[in-house]
C-alpha cells in the first residue's frame, strides 16, 4: 500500500490535480489496503489476484481514483461506507470522496471508484 501511496502521489503531481494530493493519496491507499485483505477469491492465481488502479483527472478537475480486483461482489458496500462494516471506506468518506462499485467484465470483477472534486469537503 506503501507503493500504491507514492505512485499515487507521484501521479497527482504530474496531473497536476489542484485537489489536496494529501487527501488523495490517503484515499488511494484505503481503497489499495481494501482491495489486497478482501478482493481475493480463495484459492485464485495469475490474473485473478490482480488489483489494478488509475487516477485520472476530468476538464473540471473531478479526480477518479478507481480500484479493480478480481472479486465480483461487494456485499456490504454501503455498511461500509457509513463505517457499520471496518472503517476504511468511512475515512475516505471523511476525505470529502464519493464512492460507488460496479461490475468490471474485462477484469472479471468489480472496481471500487472514489470521486474527488479539487475543493472536496467532508460529508
Known sequence: MTMARIMGRTLLTVLDWPG??????DVLGH????AVQHGHTPG???RLREIRAWLR???AHELIIDVADPRPAFEHFTDAVN???G???????????HLSWFLTPQCGGKTV???M?????PP
Open 31 to 34: 481503497l489499495v489496503d481494501n
Open 20 to 25: 489536496n494530493v494529501h487527501a488523495a493519496t
Open 57 to 59: 483527472v476530468t476538464d
Open 117 to 121: 472534486t479539487a475543493t472536496s469537503s
Open 87 to 97: 472503517r476504511s471506506l468511512w475515512h475516505v468518506r471523511q476525505h470529502g470522496a
Open 83 to 85: 463505517g457499520r462494516s
Open 113 to 115: 471508484r472514489a470521486t
Open 44 to 46: 485464485a492465481t495469475g
